[in-house]
Protein backbone atom coordinates (compact mmCIF):
# COMPACT_ATOMS: atom_id res chain seq x y z
CA UNK A 1 0.00 0.00 0.00
CA UNK A 2 1.30 3.38 -0.82
CA UNK A 3 1.41 6.67 1.13
CA UNK A 4 -1.73 8.00 -1.23
CA UNK A 5 -3.55 4.62 -0.20
CA UNK A 6 -2.96 5.00 3.12
CA UNK A 7 -4.12 8.40 3.00
CA UNK A 8 -7.15 7.65 0.97
CA UNK A 9 -7.75 5.21 3.67
CA UNK A 10 -7.58 6.77 6.82
CA UNK A 11 -9.69 9.88 5.35
CA UNK A 12 -12.33 7.42 4.44
CA UNK A 13 -12.58 5.86 7.90
CA UNK A 14 -15.79 6.94 9.14
CA UNK A 15 -15.06 6.50 13.12
CA UNK A 16 -11.46 8.24 12.47
CA UNK A 17 -13.53 11.43 10.42
CA UNK A 18 -16.56 11.31 13.19
CA UNK A 19 -14.00 12.09 15.92
CA UNK A 20 -12.52 14.77 14.23
CA UNK A 21 -15.43 16.23 12.86
CA UNK A 22 -17.04 15.91 16.15
CA UNK A 23 -14.43 17.70 17.98
CA UNK A 24 -14.20 20.45 15.29
CA UNK A 25 -18.13 20.90 15.43
CA UNK A 26 -18.97 21.04 19.18
CA UNK A 27 -15.98 23.64 19.51
CA UNK A 28 -17.66 26.16 16.22
CA UNK A 29 -20.83 25.26 17.96
CA UNK A 30 -19.54 26.87 21.69
CA UNK A 31 -17.62 29.32 19.51
CA UNK A 32 -21.14 30.36 17.78
CA UNK A 33 -23.26 30.01 21.05
CA UNK A 34 -20.69 32.57 22.77
CA UNK A 35 -21.15 35.35 19.50
CA UNK A 36 -24.59 34.78 19.75
CA UNK A 37 -25.05 35.78 23.76
CA UNK A 38 -26.56 31.89 24.09
CA UNK A 39 -23.58 31.05 26.07
CA UNK A 40 -22.63 34.09 28.67
CA UNK A 41 -19.07 34.78 29.58
CA UNK A 42 -19.26 32.70 32.75
CA UNK A 43 -20.22 29.72 30.66
CA UNK A 44 -16.91 28.56 29.53
CA UNK A 45 -15.23 28.64 33.20
CA UNK A 46 -18.57 27.14 34.37
CA UNK A 47 -17.79 24.17 31.68
CA UNK A 48 -14.38 23.70 32.56
CA UNK A 49 -15.14 23.56 36.23
CA UNK A 50 -17.78 20.59 35.94
CA UNK A 51 -15.44 18.91 33.20
CA UNK A 52 -12.51 18.97 35.69
CA UNK A 53 -14.20 18.12 39.13
CA UNK A 54 -16.58 15.84 37.71
CA UNK A 55 -16.52 14.49 33.83
CA UNK A 56 -12.68 13.62 33.96
CA UNK A 57 -12.18 11.97 37.22
CA UNK A 58 -15.21 9.88 36.20
CA UNK A 59 -13.78 9.17 32.94
CA UNK A 60 -9.83 8.91 34.43
CA UNK A 61 -11.15 6.16 37.16
CA UNK A 62 -13.58 4.23 34.66
CA UNK A 63 -10.30 3.75 31.99
CA UNK A 64 -8.54 1.29 34.25
CA UNK A 65 -11.65 -0.95 35.12
CA UNK A 66 -10.44 -3.31 32.66
CA UNK A 67 -8.61 -6.80 32.62
CA UNK A 68 -5.34 -6.61 32.94
CA UNK A 69 -2.38 -8.64 30.97
CA UNK A 70 1.48 -8.05 30.15
CA UNK A 71 1.06 -6.27 27.17
CA UNK A 72 -0.85 -3.56 28.48
CA UNK A 73 1.51 -3.33 31.58
CA UNK A 74 4.51 -2.98 29.96
CA UNK A 75 3.15 -0.40 27.43
CA UNK A 76 1.54 1.76 30.63
CA UNK A 77 4.77 1.28 32.32
CA UNK A 78 6.57 2.65 29.22
CA UNK A 79 4.34 5.38 29.02
CA UNK A 80 4.74 6.07 32.64
CA UNK A 81 8.87 6.34 32.39
CA UNK A 82 8.74 8.55 28.60
CA UNK A 83 5.69 10.46 30.76
CA UNK A 84 8.72 11.94 32.86
CA UNK A 85 11.51 11.39 30.07
CA UNK A 86 10.10 13.93 28.06
CA UNK A 87 9.32 16.56 30.43
CA UNK A 88 13.66 16.22 30.87
CA UNK A 89 14.36 15.93 27.82
CA UNK A 90 12.06 19.42 26.57
CA UNK A 91 13.39 21.23 29.66
CA UNK A 92 17.22 21.27 27.82
CA UNK A 93 15.73 21.54 23.92
CA UNK A 94 13.28 24.55 25.21
CA UNK A 95 16.29 26.57 25.44
CA UNK A 96 17.72 26.76 22.00
CA UNK A 97 14.01 27.42 20.50
CA UNK A 98 14.22 30.52 22.25
CA UNK A 99 17.69 31.66 22.58
CA UNK A 100 17.00 34.55 20.94
CA UNK A 101 14.15 36.32 23.94
CA UNK A 102 15.96 37.18 27.13
CA UNK A 103 14.80 36.95 30.70
CA UNK A 104 11.16 36.50 31.63
CA UNK A 105 9.94 36.49 27.86
CA UNK A 106 12.49 33.16 27.58
CA UNK A 107 11.15 31.65 30.79
CA UNK A 108 7.35 32.18 29.89
CA UNK A 109 8.10 30.90 26.37
CA UNK A 110 9.76 28.09 27.79
CA UNK A 111 7.16 27.04 30.79
CA UNK A 112 4.42 27.53 28.39
CA UNK A 113 5.89 25.21 25.45
CA UNK A 114 6.75 22.59 27.79
CA UNK A 115 3.75 21.52 29.36
CA UNK A 116 -0.01 21.68 27.39
CA UNK A 117 -3.64 21.32 28.10
CA UNK A 118 -2.93 17.68 28.33
CA UNK A 119 -5.92 17.26 30.49
CA UNK A 120 -8.42 19.85 28.95
CA UNK A 121 -7.78 19.40 25.54
CA UNK A 122 -6.03 15.99 25.36
CA UNK A 123 -7.83 13.50 26.85
CA UNK A 124 -11.42 13.64 25.42
CA UNK A 125 -9.70 13.86 21.86
CA UNK A 126 -8.17 10.69 22.85
CA UNK A 127 -11.01 9.50 24.52
CA UNK A 128 -13.14 10.21 21.49
CA UNK A 129 -10.50 8.15 18.97
CA UNK A 130 -8.48 5.49 21.12
CA UNK A 131 -11.35 4.55 23.76
CA UNK A 132 -10.42 3.47 27.17
CA UNK A 133 -6.90 2.50 26.51
CA UNK A 134 -6.31 5.84 25.46
CA UNK A 135 -7.64 7.38 28.48
CA UNK A 136 -5.47 4.54 30.56
CA UNK A 137 -2.05 5.82 28.73
CA UNK A 138 -3.17 9.54 28.93
CA UNK A 139 -3.49 9.10 32.78
CA UNK A 140 -0.66 7.17 33.28
CA UNK A 141 1.35 9.65 30.80
CA UNK A 142 -0.10 12.94 32.75
CA UNK A 143 1.65 11.64 36.15
CA UNK A 144 4.88 12.82 35.10
CA UNK A 145 3.21 16.02 33.49
CA UNK A 146 1.88 16.95 37.20
CA UNK A 147 5.00 16.37 38.76
CA UNK A 148 7.08 18.93 36.54
CA UNK A 149 3.89 21.17 36.20
CA UNK A 150 3.50 21.97 40.09
CA UNK A 151 7.39 21.67 40.68
CA UNK A 152 9.92 23.01 37.49
CA UNK A 153 7.10 25.24 36.22
CA UNK A 154 6.24 27.18 39.72
CA UNK A 155 9.84 27.46 40.45
CA UNK A 156 11.11 28.37 36.88
CA UNK A 157 7.77 30.98 36.91
CA UNK A 158 7.79 32.46 40.43
CA UNK A 159 11.41 32.22 41.11
CA UNK A 160 10.71 30.93 44.76
CA UNK A 161 11.01 27.52 46.57
CA UNK A 162 8.68 25.00 46.31
CA UNK A 163 5.65 25.58 48.58
CA UNK A 164 3.17 23.03 50.45
CA UNK A 165 -0.11 24.22 48.21
CA UNK A 166 2.08 23.09 45.30
CA UNK A 167 2.38 19.66 46.53
CA UNK A 168 -1.38 19.54 47.62
CA UNK A 169 -2.17 20.70 44.12
CA UNK A 170 -0.44 18.12 42.79
CA UNK A 171 -1.47 15.06 44.74
CA UNK A 172 -4.89 15.92 46.18
CA UNK A 173 -7.36 17.37 42.83
CA UNK A 174 -10.21 14.79 41.64
CA UNK A 175 -8.60 13.66 38.56
CA UNK A 176 -5.40 12.57 40.35
CA UNK A 177 -6.90 10.96 42.80
CA UNK A 178 -8.98 9.23 40.49
CA UNK A 179 -5.90 8.40 38.17
CA UNK A 180 -4.21 6.75 41.08
CA UNK A 181 -6.93 4.76 42.48
CA UNK A 182 -8.09 3.55 39.42
CA UNK A 183 -4.34 2.52 38.81
CA UNK A 184 -4.33 1.00 41.88
CA UNK A 185 -7.47 -1.16 41.11
CA UNK A 186 -6.37 -2.37 37.52
CA UNK A 187 -2.67 -3.30 39.18
CA UNK A 188 -3.32 -5.16 42.20
CA UNK A 189 -6.99 -6.77 40.74
CA UNK A 190 -5.31 -9.65 40.83
CA UNK A 191 -4.58 -9.59 44.57
CA UNK A 192 -7.65 -7.77 45.86
CA UNK A 193 -10.50 -9.74 47.50
CA UNK A 194 -12.74 -11.42 44.48
CA UNK A 195 -16.44 -11.89 43.63
CA UNK A 196 -17.88 -14.08 41.97
CA UNK A 197 -20.18 -12.57 38.52
CA UNK A 198 -22.98 -14.27 36.59
CA UNK A 199 -22.27 -13.20 33.13
CA UNK A 200 -25.74 -13.12 30.95
CA UNK A 201 -24.79 -16.47 29.36
CA UNK A 202 -24.78 -18.47 32.82
CA UNK A 203 -20.59 -18.46 33.15
CA UNK A 204 -19.19 -17.32 36.32
CA UNK A 205 -15.77 -15.81 37.13
CA UNK A 206 -14.29 -14.06 39.83
CA UNK A 207 -13.32 -10.20 39.91
CA UNK A 208 -11.80 -8.03 42.49
CA UNK A 209 -14.45 -6.47 44.08
CA UNK A 210 -13.09 -2.65 43.33
CA UNK A 211 -13.89 -3.88 39.69
CA UNK A 212 -17.08 -1.91 39.86
CA UNK A 213 -17.46 -2.53 35.99
CA UNK A 214 -18.59 -6.09 36.93
CA UNK A 215 -19.46 -6.28 40.67
CA UNK A 216 -21.40 -2.76 41.06
CA UNK A 217 -22.89 -1.97 37.77
CA UNK A 218 -25.24 0.59 39.56
CA UNK A 219 -22.59 2.72 40.48
CA UNK A 220 -20.12 1.82 37.47
CA UNK A 221 -23.30 3.42 35.23
CA UNK A 222 -23.65 6.66 36.35
CA UNK A 223 -19.90 6.91 35.92
CA UNK A 224 -20.12 6.14 32.65
CA UNK A 225 -22.99 8.91 32.01
CA UNK A 226 -20.53 11.40 33.73
CA UNK A 227 -17.66 10.26 32.13
CA UNK A 228 -19.24 10.64 28.87
CA UNK A 229 -19.74 14.62 29.43
CA UNK A 230 -16.05 15.25 29.34
CA UNK A 231 -15.75 15.59 25.92
CA UNK A 232 -18.70 17.48 24.34
CA UNK A 233 -18.18 19.69 27.62
CA UNK A 234 -14.74 20.43 27.20
CA UNK A 235 -14.96 21.11 23.27
CA UNK A 236 -17.91 23.70 23.83
CA UNK A 237 -15.65 25.06 26.77
CA UNK A 238 -13.30 25.58 24.28
CA UNK A 239 -15.14 27.03 21.51
CA UNK A 240 -16.95 29.36 24.11
CA UNK A 241 -13.79 30.64 25.61
CA UNK A 242 -12.27 31.38 22.07
CA UNK A 243 -15.67 33.57 21.10
CA UNK A 244 -15.24 35.88 24.06
CA UNK A 245 -11.43 36.78 23.33
CA UNK A 246 -10.39 39.41 20.75
CA UNK A 247 -8.41 37.76 17.82
CA UNK A 248 -7.35 40.51 16.29
CA UNK A 249 -4.86 42.01 18.78
CA UNK A 250 -3.42 38.12 19.41
CA UNK A 251 -2.23 37.69 15.61
CA UNK A 252 -0.32 40.65 15.70
CA UNK A 253 2.19 39.08 17.84
CA UNK A 254 5.00 37.09 15.85
CA UNK A 255 6.56 35.55 18.94
CA UNK A 256 2.96 34.04 19.83
CA UNK A 257 3.05 32.60 16.19
CA UNK A 258 6.37 31.21 16.60
CA UNK A 259 5.31 29.60 19.86
CA UNK A 260 2.35 28.41 18.64
CA UNK A 261 4.06 26.18 15.80
CA UNK A 262 6.93 25.47 18.11
CA UNK A 263 4.29 23.86 20.51
CA UNK A 264 1.70 22.10 18.30
CA UNK A 265 3.89 20.90 15.47
CA UNK A 266 7.66 20.74 16.99
CA UNK A 267 7.04 19.03 20.25
CA UNK A 268 4.92 16.44 18.65
CA UNK A 269 7.72 15.92 16.01
CA UNK A 270 10.44 15.48 18.63
CA UNK A 271 7.71 12.80 20.35
CA UNK A 272 7.30 10.87 17.40
CA UNK A 273 10.91 11.05 16.44
CA UNK A 274 12.46 10.21 20.19
CA UNK A 275 9.79 7.07 20.66
CA UNK A 276 10.72 5.76 16.93
CA UNK A 277 14.14 5.38 17.97
CA UNK A 278 13.53 3.90 21.14
CA UNK A 279 10.89 1.56 19.95
CA UNK A 280 12.95 0.36 16.81
CA UNK A 281 16.39 -0.26 19.27
CA UNK A 282 13.74 -1.97 21.57
CA UNK A 283 14.81 0.45 24.05
CA UNK A 284 11.20 1.54 25.30
CA UNK A 285 8.73 0.42 22.72
CA UNK A 286 5.48 1.73 22.49
CA UNK A 287 2.28 0.29 20.85
CA UNK A 288 0.75 2.71 18.27
CA UNK A 289 -2.27 3.36 20.56
CA UNK A 290 0.46 4.72 23.25
CA UNK A 291 2.57 6.95 20.55
CA UNK A 292 -0.69 8.68 19.50
CA UNK A 293 -1.63 9.15 22.83
CA UNK A 294 1.56 10.99 23.47
CA UNK A 295 1.07 12.64 20.19
CA UNK A 296 -2.51 14.00 20.81
CA UNK A 297 -1.45 15.16 24.35
CA UNK A 298 1.76 16.78 22.81
CA UNK A 299 -0.09 18.43 20.68
CA UNK A 300 -2.23 20.62 23.20
CA UNK A 301 -2.52 24.02 23.53
CA UNK A 302 -0.95 26.28 26.31
CA UNK A 303 -1.68 24.88 29.94
CA UNK A 304 -4.05 27.06 32.16
CA UNK A 305 -2.00 26.56 35.04
CA UNK A 306 1.24 27.74 33.29
CA UNK A 307 -0.75 30.74 31.60
CA UNK A 308 -2.02 31.75 35.21
CA UNK A 309 1.87 31.28 36.12
CA UNK A 310 2.91 34.05 33.94
CA UNK A 311 -0.27 36.43 34.82
CA UNK A 312 0.02 35.69 38.62
CA UNK A 313 4.28 36.16 39.04
CA UNK A 314 4.04 39.24 36.16
CA UNK A 315 6.36 37.36 33.92
CA UNK A 316 5.30 38.42 30.51
CA UNK A 317 0.92 38.38 31.06
CA UNK A 318 0.23 39.89 27.98
CA UNK A 319 2.43 37.01 25.87
CA UNK A 320 0.80 34.26 27.90
CA UNK A 321 -2.46 35.29 26.97
CA UNK A 322 -2.20 35.71 23.45
CA UNK A 323 0.05 32.53 22.85
CA UNK A 324 -2.94 30.71 24.60
CA UNK A 325 -5.15 32.10 22.43
CA UNK A 326 -3.30 31.40 19.11
CA UNK A 327 -1.94 27.88 20.21
CA UNK A 328 -5.56 27.13 20.75
CA UNK A 329 -7.15 28.09 17.24
CA UNK A 330 -3.90 26.11 16.03
CA UNK A 331 -4.19 23.26 18.20
CA UNK A 332 -7.95 22.81 16.71
CA UNK A 333 -6.90 23.47 12.99
CA UNK A 334 -3.59 20.96 13.42
CA UNK A 335 -5.52 18.33 15.56
CA UNK A 336 -7.58 16.61 12.37
CA UNK A 337 -3.70 16.86 10.86
CA UNK A 338 -1.90 14.92 13.39
CA UNK A 339 -4.76 12.08 13.82
CA UNK A 340 -4.30 11.79 9.92
CA UNK A 341 -0.70 11.93 10.46
CA UNK A 342 -0.89 8.90 12.76
CA UNK A 343 -3.01 6.82 11.13
CA UNK A 344 -0.90 7.20 8.24
CA UNK A 345 2.12 6.19 10.68
CA UNK A 346 0.02 3.09 11.50
CA UNK A 347 -1.04 2.23 8.30
CA UNK A 348 3.07 1.84 8.27
CA UNK A 349 3.55 -0.13 10.15
CA UNK A 350 6.48 1.42 12.00
CA UNK A 351 4.48 1.06 15.27
Do not use: H
Request: glycine share 6%; charged share 10%.
Amino acid sequence: MNLLEIIKTTVTDMEIMGAISSTVFIILLGFFCRKKGIFSAEVGKLLSNVVLTVALPALAFKAFMQDIDSETLTQGMNVLIWGIAIYIILIFVSKPLFLRYQGDKQDTLRVLTIFGSTTFFGIPIVSAIYGPVGVMFSSIFNIGYRVFLYSYGYIKMSGLKMELKNIKTMFLNPIVIATFAGLFVWLFQGYLPQVSVTAADGTVAQYAFLRIDQTATWLFKPMTYLSNLASPLAWLSIGATLGGISFKAAASDKTSWYYSAMKIALVPTINIALLAILTATNILPVSFEALATIVIMMATPTATVAAAYAISFDKDAVLASNASLLSTITAVIMMPIWIVILEVINNTGLF
